[in-house]
């Protein structure tokens, strides 16, 4: 097993991405933490994941919360001693031409995106440090990390500034061993990207099937979203790679939409 007693940490896991990356992990032998806002629905996700065997825990985390970050921190290694893998994947999505944008609503995605993974890994280094097992922090970017699209401006931002803070955790972590990378995903179909669809389909003023095909997969090499187990399988690599060769990287999984 790939991660067998690693000590995994993933935000936003009780459901879709992140829920698929805390599988995959348990399913590698990790222990998993499910890090949720809505900590029935982590419990929930942890339940399961102990019906099949794994090592699952859950913890209440809001990550635009530094006491709550540092308490759930705390909590994980209260209970097995340390962390080795931090997944720093929750965040939402809110659409508007610019112009239209709140600054509440800018400062809100910032604050979910850039300072959630701020926090948690604020927290989680010291322990990643202490270990002498080195580690690995994972950001959860987009192929917006890289590419702009409209009605994204707070999105897109915070998902370029994701692949800055890891390059800096990457060349900070190497001499502990701990590695730092992004993953960009291109559109999967999670309920983040189903509520996009129709507001898209609004503001741009065409069917949401048009949304899927002109504006979401337009630039795939094959009309296919990505999937959570594409995004899993990375997280996976990221997570179990074995040296500081792999660090401070961001890696593209969306069909083609962007290529290097």
Known sequence: MKMQDKIAIVTGSAAGIGKEIATTYAREGAKVVIADMNKDAAEATAQELRGTGAQAMSVAMDVTSEDQVNAGVAEVVKAWGGVDVLVSNAGIQIVHPLEEFTLAEWKKML?????????????????????????????????????????????????????????????????????????????????????????????????????????????????????????????????????????????VVSHGWFMQ
Not at 167 to 177: C, S
């Open 111 to 251: 604050a979910i995106h850039l300072d959630g993974a701020f926090l948690t890994t604020k927290a989680c280094l010291p322990h990643m440090y202490a270990s002498g097992r080195g580690g690995s922090v994972i950001f959860m970017g987009s192929v917006h990390s890289k590419e702009a699209s409209m009605l994204k401006a707070p999105y897109v931002t915070a998902k370029h500034g994701l692949i800055g803070l890891a390059k800096v955790i990457a060349k900070e972590g190497a001499k502990h061993g701990v590695r730092a990378n992004v993953i960009c995903p291109g559109f999967v179909r999670t309920a983040l990207v189903e509520k996009q669809i129709p507001e898209q389909a609004k503001t741009l003023g065409i069917s949401e099937a048009e949304v899927i095909k002109n504006v979401m997969l337009k630039e795939t090499v094959d009309g296919e979203f990505t999937t959570v187990q594409d995004v899993a399988e990375v997280a996976l690599l990221f997570a179990s790679f074995p040296s500081n060769a792999l660090t401070g990287q961001s890696l």
